[in-house]
């Protein structure tokens, strides 16, 4: 692939400065998230590679045949929006960098997203199928101890795989009497304080004595030995971890965001208050987490379920 960024533009000595992997660079660079920068880097990897097969410069109909690509291979609204955003991105600091006129910016930018009607409900275990997930590890060796605390945390605590991936020790601290994951950074930079509860902080135990781990990272690679390698686990690791324990039950396509959901939904199931369900979640208003829990839908007895018909 060209590393030199093909714009419909006229400003060829602006062009030649500033290739595509630079641009590209700059792109992942102005989003925090893990997460946000592999979907920004597939989309624009997947939109320069249609540029060079199509020999067509980076115009709105190259974008619109890409949109047009997305939605014949059947990708979901999200996903497709999120990676037009990528590409709004690269547009923008093409913009900045005045390799693209703000006219032509203005118009190239102008690709619709695709609508998303009504809120997905997505996925979450019962308390039976919680329980079954947390026993499926092998509490009798290194790696088992370390997933069975995985789980706990994700199910116990509802933390985002990239939050527990980036835990460490420190950050678990009593508080009132109780343990707790303190002053925890969260989606958007806002800041909560996470209660742990007293079975998940014996999982959080057994796994730190037999990997003699004081400080630091919470969570650490472990090879086919048994032995702790590595000083970080990423959160790609802990969504494997997920995912294939929740094989293990029969159950597929369930990943470490449905464990965040299960907690969410056992605790409203148990008469949590919806507020403090917000301020474990972390969300920024109780709207969000009203959708969250898809509250206004009840699924186990629904209201259709009795018509008298």
């Known amino acids: 692939m060209t590393t ?10 602006a ?3 500033l290739g595509l992997a630079e641009l590209r660079r700059m792109v992942l660079l102005a989003v925090k998230s893990e997460h946000t920068q592999r979907n920004y880097g597939k989309a624009l990897d997947e939109l320069f590679a249609l540029s060079a097969e199509r020999h067509q410069p980076l115009s709105r109909d190259l974008l619109m045949e890409y949109r047009a690509a997305m939605l014949a291979r059947k990708l979901s609204a999200s ?16 913009r900045r960098k005045g390799i693209l006129p703000a ?10 997203n695709i609508p998303q009607q009504g809120t997905r409900l997505g996925n979450w275990l019962t308390r039976e ?7 499926v590890p092998d509490r009798s060796t290194l790696k088992g101890k370390r997933d069975a605390a995985i789980l706990g945390l994700l199910v116990g605590c509802a933390l985002r795989r990239a939050e527990l991936a980036a835990l460490k020790m420190e950050d678990i ?7 707790v994951i303190a002053d925890m950074r969260g989606k958007g930079g806002r800041f909560r304080t996470v209660a742990v509860p007293l079975w998940v902080k014996q999982l959080i135990d057994a796994w730190t004595a037999d990997a003699g781990i004081t400080s630091g990272r919470l969570f650490r690679p472990v090879n ?28 597929e396509r369930f990943g470490a965001h449905d464990l ?10 148990n008469g949590g208050d919806l507020e403090q369900i917000k301020f474990l979640l972390g969300h920024a208003s109780i709207q969000t987490t009203e959708r969250y829990l898809g509250s206004e839908q009840e699924i186990a007895v629904a209201v259709n379920d009795n018509l008298g018909l």
């Open 79 to 94: 996903t497709i929006n999120v990676r037009l955003s990528a590409v709004r991105k690269l547009i923008d600091e093409a």
């Open 173 to 179: 601290q009593q508080r009132e009497g109780r343990w």
């Open 15 to 17: 062009v030649g400065a």
């Open 224 to 251: 086919k030995s048994g032995r702790v390698v590595g000083d970080e686990l990423s959160d790609w690791a802990v969504w494997s971890v997920v995912e294939q324990s929740a094989k293990e039950i029969g159950i």
């Open 260 to 269: 965040r959901r299960t907690c969410a939904k056992l605790c409203r199931k």
């Open 4 to 13: 030199e960024l093909v714009l419909a533009a006229p400003a060829p000595e």
């Open 129 to 135: 199928q919680a329980r079954e997930l947390l026993t």
């Open 103 to 112: 006219d032509q910016a203005a118009a190239m930018a102008d690709v619709p």
